[in-house]
T-cell receptor, first 117, second 111 residues
């Protein structure tokens, strides 16, 4: 029972490089999302998806792309890394309850620390 | 592991005391509020949630209080233990989709 798996755990990039953070979940969750966590700022939503083929922007989407070709995977792509993207990135997933019912309780991965020099 | 944050408000309590962590939320249309706990080097973990039509909900050793008049949420932890040391986040949900998280409070439990 792996839950939400993120890779890599650590990555160092140079400004302008591109890379993909991988996220996979084995719980058949419809909802998947990416957050970044910076000191003193909590978790900010980058992009999210409510199902395969459907993605939407969160609070801080600029500089990131996502796709959702399968239910299990939700990769986050940095197109041209910048020092401002140095952060810890968390992927999270959940079932998507019907409107008006229970909250979608997120299951988080362990995080990926990205440093952009 | 992943560090959580270096400049968070910190609540320091003695082991066995009760802890109260506060959170102000922003959107009066939010229908759910959730508390998460994040230990060092780990992702956040769900603690308890509350619907906007409730003002109190209790779990095991935890109670969440919601005051919609002043948009305030609190998490009370009874008989705080060293294992409760972590960063605690409140989150609000508007509609069926994304959660918006607060900036977090670090709880330090002194033995």
């Amino acid at each position: 029972n792996a839950g939400v798996t993120q890779t890599p755990k650590f990555q160092v990039l140079k400004t302008g490089q591109s890379m993909t953070l991988q996220c996979a979940q084995d719980m058949n969750h419809e909802y998947m999302s990416w957050y970044r966590q910076d000191p003193g700022m909590g978790l900010r939503l980058i992009h999210y998806s409510v199902g395969a083929g459907i993605t939407d922007q969160g609070e801080v989407p600029n500089g990131y792309n996502v796709s959702r070709s399968t239910t299990e995977d939700f990769p986050l792509r940095l197109l041209s890394a910048a020092p401002s993207q140095t952060s810890v990135y968390f992927c999270a997933s959940s079932y998507l309850p019907p409107t008006g019912s229970g909250a979608n309780v997120l299951t988080f991965g362990a995080g990926s620390r990205l440093t952009v020099l | 592991g992943e560090s959580v944050g270096l400049h968070l408000p910190t609540l320091s309590v003695q082991e066995g005391d009760n802890s109260i962590i506060n959170c102000a939320y922003s959107n009066s249309a939010s229908d759910y509020f959730i508390w998460y706990k994040q230990e060092s080097g780990k992702g956040p973990q769900f603690i308890i949630d509350i619907r906007s039509n409730m003002d109190k909900r209790q779990g095991q050793r935890v109670t969440v209080l919601l005051n919609k008049t002043v948009k305030h949420l609190s998490l009370q932890i009874a008989a705080t233990q060293p294992g409760d040391s972590a960063v605690y986040f409140c989150a609000e949900r508007t509609g069926r989709r994304a959660l918006t998280f607060g900036s977090g409070t670090r709880l330090q439990v002194q033995p």
